[in-house]
């Protein structure tokens, strides 16, 4: 009896490990296979800011945040009104901007500036807003590009003149505003570079006799990065008139170029900071679109450089 229940319980003890050893092999059959996890789309950022020289970008601040930026351009480098007795345009300034741009919402930043102006055109207020429609996405065919719209008001406040033949000759508070529409389309291909178009309407509500208030243009933007932190930076605007409102204003002495910029942006821990060269006088878009009159064939182009720097305003409290 007593050799009977010994043997049995040598069977069932052998049964029992080989169910462990057994339960064993799936767990690690299990644990061998891969894992698939699924891959993270993490969003592209085309531009490291929201201006390069002449051209908005299709980049927007977070919520809760504030740019400060600043943008100057000085004189004629060479030309007429250039070289060393001017110190190469540096003892001037053609136009200045202080900017304040804000993130309302993830996608929706309002912009709020003070503007020099240039020529005729003086006391410049903006109020605009960019809106980001798309964001291009890494790995992801499916959204192989970032939209964003633009949209601004700006208001002259200086002096009416009493000259019906100059731009500030005001006889209402309509004729001080202009406005611009603009969509950018941008993409950033790899580490190689980043091109943007952005087509643009501009609508002036008092022009010179000859001159035409609405205006279509085209604007490229082109980013490449060179070496560490330096970047190289371009941008190009087209404009699109009529040959007899060009003759026009060429008849009354006012030649028009294509506004061209060219320059280095530096990449530093809270700012971004740009040093370029351009043609162009005035650094809204209400004015170069229509008024670029300066050209780099005559030496009449300058320095100009846009420091950033970003403060934390508030939090987004439906952020994780």
Not at 62 to 89: S, W
Not at 256 to 272: K, M, N, R, W
Request: glycine residues 6%; proline residues 3%.
């Amino acid at each position: 009896m007593r050799k009977t229940l010994f043997f049995f319980f040598i069977l069932v003890g052998l049964k029992a490990v080989s169910q462990v050893d057994s339960t064993s092999t799936i767990l690690m059959n299990e644990l061998d296979k891969k894992v698939i996890v699924p891959e993270v789309k993490k969003s592209s950022p085309v531009f490291y800011a929201q201006r390069l020289i002449n051209a908005n970008t299709v980049e927007v601040l977070p919520t809760g945040r504030l740019e400060f930026k600043v943008v100057h351009l000085f004189g004629d480098v060479a030309g007429d009104f250039g070289g060393i007795k001017n110190a190469f345009g540096l003892d001037n300034s053609t136009d200045i901007k202080i900017a304040f741009l804000l993130g309302l919402t993830k996608n929706l930043n309002l912009i709020v500036s003070r503007n020099k102006g240039n020529g005729s055109v003086l006391q410049l207020w903006e109020l605009g807003f960019k809106y980001k429609i798309l964001q291009q996405m890494e790995n992801d065919p499916a959204h192989p590009l970032s939209l964003a719209v633009f949209a601004n008001a700006v208001v002259s406040s200086q002096k009416a003149s009493t000259d019906p033949v100059r731009e500030n000759f005001y006889t209402a508070f309509s004729d001080r505003q202009s406005h611009v529409i603009q969509l950018m389309v941008a993409r950033k291909f790899g580490n190689l570079f980043s091109f943007q178009l952005s087509p643009t309407y501009v609508h002036t509500n008092h022009v010179v006799p000859g001159d035409v208030k609405n205006i279509l243009a085209l604007g490229l933007a082109l980013r490449v990065p060179i070496y560490k932190k330096f970047v190289f930076i371009a941008d190009y605007f087209h404009s699109f008139r009529s040959q007899n409102s060009t003759d026009a204003l060429r008849s009354q002495g006012i030649g028009l170029y294509d506004a061209l910029g060219v320059g280095l942006e530096l990449v530093t821990p809270g700012h971004v900071f740009h040093v370029n060269f351009t043609n162009t006088t005035s650094i809204l878009e209400n004015r170069f679109i229509p008024r670029t009159t300066t050209s780099w064939g005559k030496g009449e182009y300058r320095w100009g450089f846009t420091v950033s720097r970003d403060f934390i305003l508030f939090k987004n409290k439906r952020k994780k």
